[in-house]
């Protein structure tokens, strides 16, 4: 008995080889659409007061909301930012903050410095581990994985009724 492999069997197993990476890419896909979707739900972070109690969330489609999980405002993919009551209370660009004039109340450096319309600091965001700090460098609260304009929002620009 020979053994006879001709060009045709080179092909029939390139073509089961190359089924199989399909296979394990659309597999791979799946689960990373399914991770993404699963982190979407998942992705509010808890914002925190000086001594770590819980105050508040920010998910990760910009609602805010208060410790008891009640909403209390919003972050627009617009910039806009709203009140409970869905009235524009600001606006966010490009790390600045206007209020609903249109008028500058402040912005945030690339280092983390939160600074006021007339350029006064005040306060600071560790953009590492989110501790918030106020412009004497006394620990305000923590908000690690929040933006830091919105995280500026909340603790320094008081767009939100925290009541």
């Known amino acids: 008995m020979s053994l006879r492999v001709t060009r045709n069997d080179f092909i029939e ?3 089961e080889e190359t089924t199989m990476k399909r296979i394990r890419l659309y597999m791979a896909v799946a689960v990373l659409a399914l991770a993404g979707i699963m982190a979407t739900g998942a992705s509010a972070q808890v914002l925190r007061d000086a001594d770590f109690n819980s105050i508040g969330r920010i998910n990760g489609n910009g609602v805010v909301r208060d410790q008891n999980m009640r909403s209390i405002g919003t972050f ?3 910039g806009t930012v709203r009140d409970k009551a869905d009235k524009a209370v600001g606006t966010i660009k490009q790390l600045e903050i206007f209020d609903t ?4 109340i402040g912005y945030i450096n690339t280092d983390g410095t939160v600074r006021d319309g007339e350029s006064n600091v005040v306060g600071y965001i560790n953009i590492t581990d989110g501790k918030v700090t106020d412009a004497a460098k006394k620990t305000i609260g923590f908000a690690r994985g929040v933006r830091v304009d919105w995280i500026a929002c909340y603790y320094f620009f008081h767009f939100f009724d925290k009541q």
């Not at 004039?101 to 500058?104: E, T």
């Open 76 to 78: 627009e993919a617009d």
């Open 13 to 15: 197993v390139y073509k």
């Open 101 to 104: 004039n249109g008028d500058r």
